[in-house]
């Protein structure tokens, strides 16, 4: 999750690394029927680790799957959670805690093979390729990079920066993709327990049925939603600090794929920090403002302290926080990270040490993003 200048973006290469998985995680010993399984017991072969900023990260982290006997089958419709860059679910544990208490679905944290270039760092990259291919190659980029993730694909492993060696992001398997992983996931979950009907989540064998899953994301996963949400109907679409995909240096009224008209509409949703830096340089204003699945001029309102917040809100335009980052975050990016990261989220803790997440609403709301059609 890196949130550099697209001068910093294009300078940043090392040779160094280092195991980089230990964010500490708040709520996973204390979410009610959690199921922790890996990509690789599910059936997904050869999943490398990923390096991010010389540092490497485990690309058979944990899936999380929630539910018991008391959640609605997942024929009624589940919600996916994607996380950013170098995270993984247990690093949303609070989040994903708060999610399926408060919506009785069932709940999962995606592991999956996110791009090794964080999304300023991708943006940055994309921008080489107007002087080496022209602007066309540029607006393609910023479309192949979600391409890469969800389906599967090698065009960042094919593209490089000014060296001529240093490739833009790592190559993703279609049989490491978000879409393949899902999939396995269900299989995996049918086999284990047929009569909750998983393997009705599946079309055709290797898709994803979208329009029974609600799907959220942060950081560079709400880029994924996105994008998603543009090319499939799903039943619901959640964005948490993004899109944060942006045409650096284009010409004014340049399009790109976030122009396009979306499949999913009216049961979209977003969330951020009104001090997150793609926020206050009006990048995800203007990403929020180009896409057809929110509607003309889409408003967007303060939680305030999320005391009083309404779900209804939700429904109306972008929620953004002011809330300041927890004082125990270790993320660089605080503001950013405060949205959903488990230690950087504001939180009211008791001499007990019991804790309250002052988003556990906001985050179920956005959960029942398919409800904001109703």
């Known amino acids: 999750m890196f949130k550099l200048t697209a001068a910093a973006a294009l300078l940043f290469s090392t040779n160094v690394v280092v195991f980089g998985d230990n964010t500490p995680n708040l709520c996973t010993d204390d979410i009610p029927g959690l199921t922790r399984i890996a990509p690789s017991e599910t059936g997904v072969e050869n999943i490398p680790n990923i390096t991010v ?7 058979d982290a944990d899936h999380f799957v929630i539910g018991d006997s008391d959640t609605k089958a997942p024929k009624k419709g589940i919600t996916v959670y994607l996380p950013g860059t170098t995270d993984r679910p247990e690093l949303s544990s609070c989040l994903l805690k708060a999610i399926a208490a408060k919506s009785k679905t069932w709940t999962i944290g995606l ?17 080489l390729l107007v ?26 492993a094919t593209h490089f920066k000014e060296d001529g060696v ?6 993703v398997k279609p049989k490491n993709s978000i879409k393949f992983r899902l999939v396995k996931l269900f299989e995996y979950l049918d086999d284990m327990d047929e009569s909750q009907g998983w393997r009705k989540l599946i079309k055709g064998g290797t898709e994803p049925n979208w329009k ?26 959640s964005m948490i600090s993004g899109p944060q995909d942006q045409c650096l240096d284009c010409p ?27 926020y206050t340089n009006g990048v995800m204003t203007d990403n929020w403002k180009r896409m057809s699945a929110f509607g003309d001029s889409p408003s967007e309102s303060d939680i305030d302290f999320a005391v009083n917040f309404k779900p209804k809100q939700a429904c109306k335009g972008p929620l953004l926080t ?22 950087s989220i504001p939180n009211i803790e008791k ?24």
Not at 53 to 59: D, F, M
Not at 166 to 171: A, L, P, S, Y
Not at 362 to 374: E, F, M
């Open 252 to 278: 004014e009224g340049t399009e790109f794929w976030i122009d396009s008209k979306f499949k999913t509409k009216k049961v979209f949703t977003a969330f951020a920090s009104a001090d997150e830096p793609f």
């Open 166 to 171: 240093t490739k833009f992001w790592d190559e």
């Open 131 to 156: 002087a080496q291919e022209g602007l066309d190659e540029q607006i393609n980029c910023l479309k192949q990079q979600h391409i890469d993730a969800i389906d599967g694909g090698d065009y960042g």
């Open 111 to 127: 592991s999956y093979a996110y791009l090794s270039s964080g999304d300023s760092f991708r943006n940055g990259k994309c921008a």
């Open 351 to 374: 001499t007990d040490e019991s804790k309250l997440y002052l988003y556990d609403d906001v985050w179920a709301a956005l959960a029942n993003a398919n409800k904001c059609n109703k």
């Open 322 to 343: 002011s809330i300041k980052y927890a004082a125990t975050s270790t993320c660089g990016g605080k503001e950013h990270c405060s949205t959903a990261i488990d230690d």
């Open 212 to 237: 029974m899953i609600t799907v959220i994301g942060h950081s560079q996963g709400a880029g994924h939603v996105a994008y998603l949400a543009q090319k499939k109907k799903l039943m619901g679409a």
């Open 53 to 59: 900023g010389g540092e490497e990260y485990n690309g």
